[in-house]
């Protein structure tokens, strides 16, 4: 029977109320984040999230509407198809304003919110259709309690700083709240002139002649400090962001296809992507996710860099600096920092900076290290952007350093962790503490070496070899694809388990094999550690109805002891890792089951709100009439999640890029069967780049150059 697990992890985020009660909007712009119900309100309801957030506290954690003493009537809300604003449309329901019976639909009651650097801005315009004029009154209320982002999910302090009465400063409403770690945190209200401000909120009070509009604005302002921080007017503000929006897309690539549904899910990700997105001092990073996850994380990082490298490969660079930059220089064992590991995150609140959680800049992640290097190479070869390479060579070459001195931890030839007491038990990309075991149950004691995290090695050690040529250094090359073969030669050996046709989930301390079909073989498919004959069954286990549930692969087989549908590794449904799995099936001459996958996640969009595919969902098998199961507490949008079509639809294509020989490949290109055509403007390698279209013929897909911007050559292999 397998082990009960009676303890929670520290970090677990805990699930109080269902899904259906918490139906919420998101904004999300640099370090801040909101999240609103429908009406635009912030109200402590379901899982108790809401608010707006910056650098990991909660600034604003209620702020509630009413006309007069009623709630409006709620008639639509939705956020814009780029993400900027959150607009809500209101009316009045039946009321007495002073002896004037107004029924409902009288009023117009429009709502636009969004968000820039550290504030969150406002707009409420009032329009009525009476026949004569009206006085009336609208308050907001507004509470701020600077809890960090980890007592939202659940982690419980035994003390905390000191929260100040509100008080009126210069005309705006202050809150301020001094922390344990010697930081004050303030959040400042400012209204616009009309505005009557208290020390519960805002009253406004105006005369609404027929068919003349009335506006108000709000501006609340998060700060670090007793310095009153100067902001920008509505107007500007919001042009400033759409600008913004605009010129991070001037460099993409532009796709279009047949079919609208699909064009939607590509614009929706791009939507996300952008909003996910963030400007560091070096570069661009996307955080993992809203809400729990809206910071810098390495490994979700460089997978998103590398779904998007064909699109947009400066998000790449970005992220190699920042990581580069954040490299651990030295031993720390609380923050599991060794010389040359790689950043798995990064958070700025209260708790992280008291070292209540080990997360302020924590570095427990097996994989992140490996996956720098990986992802450093395809970047070379995507760009040849030679002065980056010899820029972040010291630290790639710190990188491997770590591989082979540190993450090796018992010896063997692979890498493993040990886990942590204070932080992460499992420090693999499926971190819950129950998502590594064996075939009975037992849960797998340290070090743990991971199947699909050799495969990073493997993949990582052959892209430092790639550069270290480029940069001139032959027999460095030669001794890292030595070492290369090395590892595959012996991942075969040890990790290879005949009786259940895949790989080992992990070798235990004891150098067992987990013996159970988990998801993360499929990752050796990407990487190509995988032998061609053990590959093709790993394939053919991965799109068995044990895994493959209709709306993608599950990250557990069903027949294995711990699956659960509603678990959080052990038998959901990851977008981004049935990505990865789909661009391994093509390497082992599966395309068809990369488009598999693609068409589930697609017809999984279709149901889906704003056609967004969440971190996880569940597990269940698909039913007629109905779309996938959503996991509770599921981030959306998740970057990696966002990313995932860019990387199923280059797998599709057989789609590689070498700017470093003026190359772009399209082996055995297969356009989707719901696709007749596709678009791609401004695919680039290096500084050139070609636009092409692509239409299919019966089995085959034809390829077409219909123009072309410097030296690069197209060529497709049929």
């Given at each position: 029977?397998?082990?009960?697990?009676?303890?929670?992890d520290?970090?677990?985020?805990?699930?109080?109320?269902p899904?259906?009660?918490?139906?919420?909007?998101?904004?999300?712009?640099?370090?801040t984040?909101?999240?609103?119900?429908?009406?635009?309100?912030?109200r402590?309801?379901?899982r108790?999230?809401?608010?707006?957030?910056?650098?990991?506290?909660?600034h604003?954690?209620?702020?509630?509407?009413?006309?007069?003493?009623?709630?409006?009537?709620?008639?639509?809300?939705?956020?814009?198809?780029?993400?900027v604003?959150?607009?809500?449309?209101?009316?009045n329901?039946d009321?007495?304003?002073?002896?004037?019976f107004?029924?409902?639909?009288?009023l117009?009651?429009f709502?636009?919110?969004?968000?820039?650097?550290g504030?969150?801005?406002?707009?409420?315009r009032?329009?009525?259709y009476?026949?004569?004029?009206?006085?009336v009154?609208?308050?907001?209320?507004?509470?701020?309690?600077?809890?960090?982002?980890?007592?939202?999910?659940?982690?419980?302090?035994s003390?905390?700083?000191?929260?100040?009465?509100?008080r009126?400063?210069d005309?705006?409403?202050?809150?301020?709240?001094?922390?344990l770690?010697?930081?004050?945190?303030?959040?400042r209200?400012?209204?616009?002139?009309?505005?009557?401000?208290?020390?519960?909120?805002?009253?406004?009070?105006?005369?609404?002649?027929?068919?003349?509009?009335?506006?108000?604005?709000v501006?609340?302002?998060?700060?670090?400090?007793?310095?009153?921080?100067?902001?920008?007017?509505?107007?500007?503000?919001?042009?400033?962001?759409?600008?913004?929006?605009?010129?991070?897309?001037?460099?993409?690539?532009?796709?279009?296809?047949?079919?609208e549904l699909?064009?939607a899910?590509?614009?929706?990700?791009?939507?996300?992507?952008?909003m996910?997105?963030?400007?560091?001092?070096?570069?661009?990073?996307?955080?993992?996710?809203?809400?729990?996850f809206?910071?810098?994380?390495?490994?979700?990082?460089?997978?998103?860099?590398?779904q998007?490298?064909?699109?947009d490969p400066?998000?790449?660079r970005?992220?190699?600096?920042?990581?580069?930059a954040?490299q651990?220089t030295?031993?720390n064992?609380?923050?599991?920092?060794?010389?040359g590991?790689?950043?798995?995150?990064?958070?700025?609140?209260?708790?992280?900076a008291?070292?209540?959680v080990?997360?302020?800049?924590?570095y427990?992640s097996?994989?992140?290290?490996?996956?720098?290097?990986?992802?450093?190479g395809?970047y070379?070869?995507?760009?040849?952007?030679?002065?980056?390479?010899r820029e972040?060579?010291?630290?790639?070459?710190?990188?491997?350093?770590?591989i082979?001195?540190?993450g090796?931890?018992?010896?063997?030839g692979?890498?493993?962790?040990?886990?942590?007491?204070?932080g992460?038990?499992?420090?693999?990309?499926?971190d819950s503490?129950?998502?590594?075991?064996?075939?009975?149950?037992?849960?797998?004691?340290?070090?743990?070496?991971?199947?699909e995290?050799?495969?990073?090695?493997?993949?990582?050690k052959?892209?430092?070899?790639?550069?270290?040529?480029?940069i001139?250094?032959?027999?460095r090359?030669?001794?890292?694809?030595k070492?290369?073969?090395a590892i595959k030669?012996?991942?075969?050996?040890?990790?290879?388990?005949?009786?259940?046709?895949?790989y080992?989930?992990?070798?235990?301390g004891?150098?067992r094999p987990?013996?159970?079909?988990?998801s993360?073989?499929?990752?050796c498919?990407?990487t190509?550690i995988?032998?061609p004959?053990?590959?093709?069954?790993?394939?053919e286990s991965?799109?068995?109805?044990q895994f493959?549930?209709?709306?993608?692969?599950?990250?557990l087989?069903?027949?294995?002891?711990?699956?659960?549908?509603?678990?959080?590794?052990n038998?959901?449904?990851w977008?981004?890792?049935?990505?990865?799995?789909?661009a391994?099936?093509?390497?082992y001459?599966?395309?068809?089951?990369?488009e598999r996958?693609l068409a589930?996640?697609?017809?999984?969009?279709?149901?889906?709100?704003?056609?967004?595919?969440?971190?996880?969902y569940?597990?269940?098998p698909?039913?007629?009439?109905?779309?996938?199961?959503?996991?509770?507490l599921?981030c959306?949008?998740?970057?990696?999640a966002?990313?995932s079509?860019?990387?199923l639809?280059?797998a599709?294509?057989?789609?590689?890029?070498?700017?470093?020989?003026?190359?772009?490949?399209?082996s055995?290109?297969?356009?989707?069967?719901f696709l007749?055509e596709m678009?791609?403007?401004?695919?680039?390698?290096?500084?050139?780049?070609?636009?092409l279209?692509?239409?299919?013929?019966?089995?085959?897909?034809?390829?077409?150059?219909?123009?072309?911007?410097?030296?690069?050559?197209?060529?497709?292999?049929?």
């Amino acid at each position: 029977m397998p082990e009960v697990i009676r303890v929670r992890d520290s970090y677990y985020i805990l699930a109080t109320s269902p899904l259906a009660d918490n139906q919420t909007r998101v904004l999300k712009h640099g370090e801040t984040f909101a999240i609103f119900d429908l009406y635009g309100d912030i109200r402590r309801l379901g899982r108790g999230e809401q608010g707006v957030y910056h650098k990991g506290t909660r600034h604003l954690s209620r702020s509630v509407l009413k006309l007069g003493d009623e709630r409006p009537l709620l008639l639509g809300s939705s956020v814009s198809e780029d993400n900027v604003v959150f607009a809500v449309d209101m009316t009045n329901p039946d009321m007495t304003i002073g002896s004037t019976f107004v029924p409902r639909g009288t009023l117009h009651i429009f709502r636009s919110i969004f968000l820039r650097d550290g504030a969150c801005y406002e707009r409420v315009r009032l329009f009525s259709y009476a026949d004569k004029p009206l006085e009336v009154t609208l308050t907001l209320s507004f509470e701020a309690d600077f809890a960090d982002i980890f007592e939202v999910r659940g982690t419980k302090r035994s003390h905390r700083g000191e929260l100040h009465d509100p008080r009126i400063e210069d005309g705006d409403l202050v809150i301020c709240y001094d922390g344990l770690d010697g930081v004050e945190r303030r959040t400042r209200i400012v209204v616009s002139s009309e505005g009557k401000v208290d020390d519960s909120g805002i009253t406004f009070t105006c005369a609404l002649p027929p068919q003349t509009p009335r506006e108000m604005f709000v501006l609340t302002v998060a700060e670090g400090g007793a310095s009153h921080r100067a902001v920008e007017a509505y107007a500007n503000a919001i042009s400033h962001v759409r600008e913004s929006q605009k010129r991070s897309g001037e460099r993409l690539t532009v796709i279009r296809t047949s079919n609208e549904l699909f064009n939607a899910w590509i614009d929706r990700s791009l939507s996300d992507l952008r909003m996910m997105i963030t400007d560091t001092p070096h570069g661009r990073v996307p955080y993992g996710g809203v809400p729990w996850f809206s910071a810098p994380f390495g490994r979700d990082a460089i997978i998103t860099a590398l779904q998007m490298l064909w699109v947009d490969p400066s998000v790449a660079r970005g992220v190699l600096r920042y990581l580069a930059a954040t490299q651990a220089t030295e031993v720390n064992e609380e923050r599991a920092a060794e010389p040359g590991k790689i950043l798995h995150e990064h958070r700025w609140g209260e708790m992280a900076a008291l070292g209540e959680v080990p997360f302020g800049m924590y570095y427990g992640s097996v994989d992140s290290t490996p996956l720098f290097v990986a992802l450093a190479g395809e970047y070379f070869a995507a760009t040849n952007d030679i002065a980056c390479a010899r820029e972040l060579w010291p630290n790639i070459e710190a990188a491997l350093r770590w591989i082979d001195d540190y993450g090796d931890v018992d010896g063997d030839g692979f890498i493993e962790y040990t886990g942590s007491t204070k932080g992460l038990v499992q420090q693999g990309w499926k971190d819950s503490q129950d998502s590594v075991f064996h075939a009975d149950g037992r849960i797998a004691q340290p070090p743990i070496a991971l199947c699909e995290v050799q495969g990073y090695v493997y993949w990582a050690k052959r892209q430092a070899a790639r550069m270290a040529s480029a940069i001139g250094d032959a027999e460095r090359a030669s001794r890292l694809l030595k070492e290369a073969d090395a590892i595959k030669d012996a991942f075969e050996d040890a990790f290879w388990v005949e009786e259940i046709g895949t790989y080992a989930i992990a070798l235990d301390g004891e150098k067992r094999p987990c013996a159970i079909r988990a998801s993360n073989a499929g990752h050796c498919l990407f990487t190509e550690i995988a032998s061609p004959q053990h590959g093709k069954r790993v394939a053919e286990s991965l799109l068995s109805d044990q895994f493959f549930s209709g709306w993608g692969i599950r990250t557990l087989a069903t027949n294995e002891i711990r699956y659960g549908p509603i678990t959080y590794h052990n038998g959901s449904v990851w977008p981004h890792d049935n990505s990865i799995i789909g661009a391994g099936l093509a390497n082992y001459s599966r395309k068809e089951g990369a488009e598999r996958i693609l068409a589930a996640l697609l017809d999984a969009t279709d149901v889906l709100e704003f056609h967004r595919l969440p971190e996880l969902y569940c597990g269940f098998p698909r039913r007629p009439g109905q779309g996938p199961i959503e996991y509770p507490l599921a981030c959306a949008p998740q970057s990696w999640a966002a990313g995932s079509v860019f990387l199923l639809l280059r797998a599709c294509l057989g789609l590689s890029v070498d700017a470093t020989r003026g190359r772009i490949t399209l082996s055995r290109p297969r356009l989707p069967s719901f696709l007749r055509e596709m678009h791609l403007r401004g695919l680039r390698a290096g500084d050139a780049s070609v636009d092409l279209a692509l239409y299919a013929h019966g089995e085959d897909t034809g390829v077409n150059v219909t123009n072309r911007e410097g030296d690069v050559e197209v060529v497709v292999v049929k």
